[in-house]
């Protein structure tokens, strides 16, 4: 941690808000600094840095500076339209999404929140020849433990995929331009947590951008049991896949939201 005395106005904002107590405000230098077990308990979450007014701290080289502004938020009506609007798409258009958009789509990805900010998250986003090479290797395991049996001892749930499946139905992948898998480490603190929080937030920024999504149990469990595929996208060997999703251009359009039945909610805000 590098402090600009001449910034720092000795606010102490830092201090106050490091969870882990790594930062301490030296009444003397008036001046933030680590604490003795600083550099061992600080988990380089940049708090530090976001909260600082003047931009007087810097951490692991990361100044103000190389941080982005903070910017105006989506206005709260318009919020709601996206998470009430919001669909699973599983009718796309073939076309592939532009760079630019898939350049946006991946570099959102490294804001993803981690649960002490573990950070380990790694991602692999395929296009239209990678998901034909990885249903060609479904395809094969997948009629094998549907023929045997097995399949239905393990999801007797989804048999009435089964007849589809053997005719050729691409239930998995359905016919998506792009697929993105999250892979965390095995002994992540939060490691099914952060994967999914990576793709919920992954999924609202596509729908900003006229992207539809769908969440895939399926693909997420064949990425899971056949080595194959984790071999396929260099799953590490001490990481678990723990999500998947469809992605690309709708080739369906939406004319309104649903209006779902309500959940329970209890608390402060119960219903009289």
């Keep these: ?20 107590k790594a930062i301490e405000f030296d009444k003397e230098e008036k001046v933030p600094r680590f604490a003795v077990d600083g550099t061992e308990t600080c988990i380089h979450c940049q708090h530090c ?43 796309f258009t073939e076309e592939e999404l532009p760079p630019e958009i898939l350049e946006r789509l991946k570099n959102i990805l490294h804001w993803t929140p981690t649960g002490c900010n573990n950070h380990g998250l790694q991602f692999f986003i395929a296009g239209k020849d990678e998901i034909a090479q990885f249903k060609a290797v479904s395809d094969r ?94 799953c590490p060997k001490n990481y678990v896949v723990g999500g998947a999703m469809l992605f690309g251009r709708a080739s369906v359009e939406y004319q309104r939201a649903t209006m779902p039945s309500k959940f329970v909610i209890r608390g402060q805000i119960d219903e009289k």
């Design 49 to 91: 840095v976001a909260i600082c007014p003047t931009g007087a701290l810097s951490i692991d080289g990361v100044t103000a500076a190389d941080c982005p502004a903070a910017g105006e938020l989506p206005e709260v009506d318009k919020m709601e339209n996206l998470i009430r609007q919001r669909r699973s798409i599983r009718r």
């Design 1 to 20: 941690m590098e402090v600009d005395k001449k910034l720092c106005t000795g606010c102490a904002q830092c201090a106050k808000d490091c969870m882990v």
């Design 141 to 234: 395991w997948v009629r094998f433990l549907i023929k045997s049996g097995i399949m239905g001892l393990l999801l007797p749930r989804y048999r009435r995929y089964f007849d589809s499946v053997l005719a050729g139905a691409d239930v998995i992948y359905r016919k998506a331009p792009h697929l993105i898998i999250v892979m965390a480490p095995k002994k992540a603190p939060c490691c099914k947590t952060d994967q999914v929080i990576a793709l919920s937030q992954f999924d609202m920024f596509a729908q900003s951008l006229g992207v539809g999504t769908c969440w895939c149990g399926f693909a997420e469990y064949a990425f899971r049991l056949i080595p194959q595929l984790r071999k396929m996208i260099g």
